[in-house]
């Protein structure tokens, strides 16, 4: 962005112009209502198989994931078995998580995060990023593979995957996710949502506060955006630091 060039004018103008972009801006809220009303309105489907995850306390269902809650949200964590750190841009979401969890709960919202790598890989890093937020393994699990953020070494290979319903053509294996559950009377578990690629930035608060500011996001035309994300123990003033191995970017 050109800041040095960019138009000034007086504020009649300025108001003027504001008000046309408010006019787009409710446009854009109506339409996210709309869209939100429609992601309610979708279909569930039951989940047959019996997931069984590594918490701190023990082993735990799926259904027991939720606690005393309706609705679970769980984040696809990019952390696979041997990982020396979690995915950046995944700890950029979790960096937001911890002071949602309280208004989560009140809306029968529970949430966790579920990686492939095993729990003690899992709990060195979170101890380091010192969130306080659910986080348990599915190692040894088809958990992360059927739900589509995760994929076998034979896929990786073939360089593309099937990934946010799609073809999706980098290779990797290991990539973000959203998934959304709820959990009835009966205890039965259903799968009502997921959104992958850019869908997860709905986890990235930072980015709306970006998109407020005269610079925006600042970030190149490159296909990998999000390289100036670091975890947040890891920024330096100058140089920027190196992007991290396992970094993922968020793609349409």
């Not at 108001?15 to 408010?22: D, G, N, P, V």
């Not at 980098?170 to 009966?186: L, Q, T």
Request: aromatic share 12%; glycine share 8%.
């Amino acid at each position: 962005m050109n800041t040095v060039n960019h138009p000034v004018v007086s504020n009649a103008q300025w108001i003027a112009q504001r008000k046309t972009l408010l006019a787009r801006e409710k446009e854009l809220t109506r339409l996210r209502d709309q869209i939100a009303s429609e992601r309610r309105a979708l279909p569930w489907e039951r989940v047959k198989a019996d997931y069984v995850f590594e918490a701190p306390e023990g082993r735990r269902t799926l259904a027991e994931l939720f606690g005393d809650r309706r609705q679970l949200l769980v984040q696809h964590f990019m952390l696979a078995p041997g990982w020396e750190q979690g995915c950046p841009s995944c700890s950029f979401m979790a960096d937001h998580t911890d002071g949602m969890n309280v208004h989560l709960a009140h809306r029968d919202v529970g949430f966790v995060a579920i990686s492939r790598a095993p729990l003690a890989e899992i709990e060195r890093f979170r101890r380091r990023m010192g969130w306080q937020f659910k986080w348990v393994s599915s190692h040894g699990t088809d958990f992360n593979y059927d739900f589509g953020v995760s994929f076998t070494p034979e896929e990786v290979a073939r360089g593309k995957l099937h990934y946010n319903y799609g073809e999706w053509p980098m290779a990797s294996e290991e990539w973000p996710g959203i998934s959304v559950f709820y959990k009835d009377d009966a205890g039965e578990v259903f799968h009502t949502y997921s959104t992958y690629g850019r869908g997860v930035e709905v986890m990235m608060g930072t980015y709306n506060m970006l998109d407020l500011t005269p610079k925006g996001r600042d970030e190149g035309a490159g296909p990998y955006k999000m390289d100036w994300v670091r975890h947040h123990d890891r920024y330096e003033p100058e140089p920027a630091a190196k992007p991290a191995a396992h970094s993922c970017c968020v793609h349409d």
